[in-house]
């Protein structure tokens, strides 16, 4: 099971940009989708973001769409959540996951239990 290290969270404000980092060890890393979530206090975990193995894939929710974006780089087994024009309804606990079930896939989804390893989590506080 891959491990991961989520980094780069932080308090900014408004209209402001953020980039978050999530840092996954195990040899796999290279052969799986990964995704970006958030849970914000009292609210349910939801789907922001998913990138195939290769990167030439990703799927956003239609929340952060043409605001955040999502790359890798399997060189370093790292996935990045680049996040701009920071609105304060972002406000949340994001995290990283891995979808370990299936290698070199197309598929991307954005159901939570369809990933199987999850890191720690980052806050992510934006002010008003």
């Known amino acids: 099971q891959v491990q991961l290290v989520e980094s780069g969270g932080g308090l900014v404000q408004a209209g402001g940009s953020l980039r978050l980092s999530c840092a996954a060890s195990g040899r796999t890393f290279s052969r799986n989708a990964m995704g970006w979530f958030r849970q914000a206090p009292g609210k349910e975990r939801e789907f922001v973001a998913a990138?195939?193995?290769?990167?030439?894939?990703?799927y956003y929710a239609d929340s952060v769409k043409g605001r955040f974006t999502i790359s890798r780089d399997n060189a370093k087994n790292t996935v990045y959540l680049q996040m701009n024009s920071l609105k304060p309804e972002d406000t949340a606990v994001y995290y990283c996951?891995?979808?370990?079930?299936?290698?070199?896939?197309?598929?991307?989804?954005?159901?939570?239990?369809?990933?199987?390893?999850w890191g720690q989590g980052t806050q992510v506080t934006v002010s008003s």
């Open positions: 996951a891995a979808e370990e079930t299936s290698y070199y896939s197309a598929y991307l989804s954005n159901l939570k239990y369809e990933y199987n390893s």
């Open positions: 990138i195939s193995w290769s990167g030439g894939s990703t």
